[in-house]
């Protein structure tokens, strides 16, 4: 993989695990759940489909998604501080 990839892959699993946690935590009124989806998704990957082995791209990439999810629990909970209702 050559870092263009990397760069590309890293925003875009950023991007998509933020906008999948934040639709799940509005409609789901909670905070937490999408980032414990997440984690079961990636150990389910790891142990089951891949047998224990990831390249350190992989687990960047996978790590950029992580992120992703506890940053849409962190905007949610301060948008629910700040008065915001969601659904």
Same mark, same amino acid.
Request: hydrophobic fraction near 60%; include cysteine.
């Given at each position: 993989?050559?870092?263009?990839?990397?760069?590309?892959?890293?925003?875009?699993?950023?991007?998509?695990? @933020? !906008?999948?946690? @934040?639709?799940?935590?509005m409609l789901?009124?909670?905070?937490w759940?999408?980032t414990g989806?997440?984690? $079961?998704?990636?150990a389910?990957l @790891?142990?089951?489909?891949t &047998? &224990?082995?990831f390249? %350190? #791209?992989? %687990?960047?990439?996978l790590?950029?998604?992580?992120? &992703?999810? $506890?940053?849409? &629990? #962190?905007? $949610?909970?301060s948008?629910?501080?700040k !008065?915001?209702?969601?659904?």
């Amino acid at each position: 993989m050559n870092i263009a990839q990397l760069v590309i892959s890293i925003l875009l699993f950023l991007v998509l695990a @933020f !906008g999948i946690g @934040f639709i799940l935590n509005m409609l789901a009124k909670t905070t937490w759940v999408p980032t414990g989806l997440y984690l $079961i998704l990636v150990a389910y990957l @790891f142990f089951f489909k891949t &047998g &224990g082995h990831f390249a %350190w #791209v992989d %687990w960047v990439v996978l790590s950029s998604g992580l992120v &992703g999810c $506890i940053l849409s &629990g #962190v905007v $949610i909970r301060s948008l629910r501080q700040k !008065g915001f209702r969601m659904f």
